[in-house]
């Protein structure tokens, strides 16, 4: 074959070639690229539309934690559907199906969701977000003690939790809000020797008017030893100290503090808040269990049921009832009562101190509600008739003085609540037949009380702690 001819063929086959490739980019009728330009949303597709609703799925309680779902109505397609779900606006990375669960993040979380489907052009999200609270999720001791280190954030018990014995650092000065869900925290045996910090409880200090812990059941023992630290102590269940909230909570928690010191200072002890500051209050909250010191001599120690002091007109302690016994033998100044063991600017109202005896070493500084007899407010209070301070049974007492109105523990335990429900001046509110967060007291009987309390013991308990 001569060369001429050689080239002239080589010419036609790149030709030919190159027009089955140019033939190739052309969309045809039913080829592959063709059908694929028309599913990539052409204006001839139509708009997809409906309404996009997100509603909690499963294990999504008030805190945290929990499954999504993308719930679909009124749409002009069936289906199927992808999704790509959003927080605050922007895409949460591989969050593509139809449910989505939420974690403890930072914030409240602002979600929605992205629905696509094929064959139609556009998209349909959420109008309005769904909004996840700005509460974390406890379950454990790990949790419980990590508070520490976001002191004002909203958190909320998702379980009982019992404590390793002599593992947990109380809490530090807490700002947020703990809610307790109605569930209980045992905190075991927690000895502290000669710990650094003045402030001793499940929470060191509830500080600020908007500092909370409420719906909370804290059961264990509480053990101070002090043979080198000599500094003013603040002991209670909840709390050390309080300028914040405290309200429908129990404790059948025993406290105990042996120091040893030469010239030992201050001890404030509460069955639930060691000393109320502030703005502080206590509502709707009981104490059981017992208070015991061994102290050596020239201290002072304040002891009640419910808190060991209080200083500020602004403070109260209302609808709280204790059944605390206090005792005392070697504190020479020791100011101790049923309900608060010494009042400055306090107002106690509405509240009954229960326990059978007192022991201090100061009975002029000793009554059934408080120690003293402060310039305050002391309104509608009522004490256990037969309770002895120093193994001696006071006489004269009122609803308005130290040792509060004489109350027969008979009364006190009716099985349908009747003396609580109608006692003059309390209007009401232990009355109420609704349980709740609100109206939190019940009575049960006997099989139902809860752990801890004696089983004929009806007095009024939190509507979590039984069951009705």
């Not at 330009?37 to 509603?55: M, R, S």
């Not at 719906?215 to 030893?225: A, D, K, M, S």
């Not at 120690?301 to 419910?306: F, H, R, S, V």
């Not at 009832?321 to 009042?343: F, H, K, M, P, Q």
């Amino acid at each position: 074959m001569n060369s001429q001819r050689q080239h002239f063929l080589k010419y036609l086959l790149l030709g030919m070639t190159l027009a089955l490739v140019f033939a190739a980019c052309e969309p045809m009728e039913g080829s592959f690229e063709a059908i694929k330009e028309k599913a990539g949303g052409g204006d001839d597709l139509p708009e997809l539309t409906g309404t996009v609703t997100i509603t909690p799925e499963s294990g999504h309680g008030p805190w945290i934690r929990g499954i999504l779902k993308a719930e679909i109505s009124e749409s002009n397609a069936s289906g199927p559907f992808s999704y790509q779900w959003k927080r605050g606006g922007a895409n949460i990375s591989g969050a593509k199906g139809e449910t989505h669960e939420v974690g403890n993040i930072n914030g409240v979380q602002n979600i929605t969701v992205e629905v696509k489907c094929g064959g139609y052009k556009g998209y349909i999200t959420t109008a309005v977000p769904y909004q996840v609270p700005n509460r974390i999720g406890i379950y454990n001791q790990t949790q419980l003690q990590g508070i520490s280190s976001a002191l004002g954030r909203e958190y909320i018990l998702a379980n009982d939790i019992t404590l390793d014995d002599d593992s947990f650092t109380p809490i530090g000065s807490f700002t947020g809000k703990f809610d307790g869900n109605a569930k209980t925290i045992n905190m075991g045996s927690q000895t502290y020797e000669d710990f650094s910090n003045q402030q001793i409880g499940l929470f060191s200090n509830i500080s600020g008017n908007t500092a909370e812990v409420k719906n909370l059941r804290l059961t264990g023992y509480i053990r101070v030893i002090d043979t080198a630290y000599n500094s003013i102590r603040y002991i209670g269940a909840v709390a050390g100290e309080s300028t914040g909230t405290i309200r429908n909570v129990s404790a059948n928690v025993r406290i105990s503090v042996s120091r040893q010191l030469t010239s030992p200072n201050e001890l404030y002890i509460g069955g639930i808040v060691g000393a109320m500051q502030g703005s502080s209050l206590t509502w709707n909250c009981y104490s059981t269990n017992s208070i015991i010191t061994d102290a050596s001599n020239n201290g002072r120690l304040y002891g009640g049921g419910i808190s060991g002091y209080g200083n500020s007109s602004s403070a109260k302690i209302e609808f709280c009832w204790s059944n605390v016994e206090i005792g005392s033998s070697t504190y020479s100044t020791y100011r101790a009562g049923g309900i608060i063991g010494l009042v400055y600017s306090l107002n106690v109202n509405r509240s009954a101190a229960l326990q059978g005896q007192i022991w201090t070493s100061d009975i002029d500084w000793t009554g059934r509600i408080s120690g003293n007899e402060p310039g305050t407010a002391l309104t509608n209070n009522y004490a256990n008739s037969v309770m002895k301070l120093n193994n001696t049974t006071p006489t004269g007492g009122a609803a308005t003085d130290k040792n509060g109105a004489d109350i027969s523990l008979a009364e006190t335990q009716d099985t349908d609540g009747k003396w609580w429900k109608n006692t003059a001046g309390w209007s009401g509110a232990w009355g109420t037949t609704v349980a709740d967060e609100t109206h939190p007291w019940v009575w049960g009987t006997g099989s139902n009380r809860p752990a801890g309390m004696s089983r004929p013991d009806n007095r009024p308990v939190l509507w979590f702690e039984v069951t009705q």
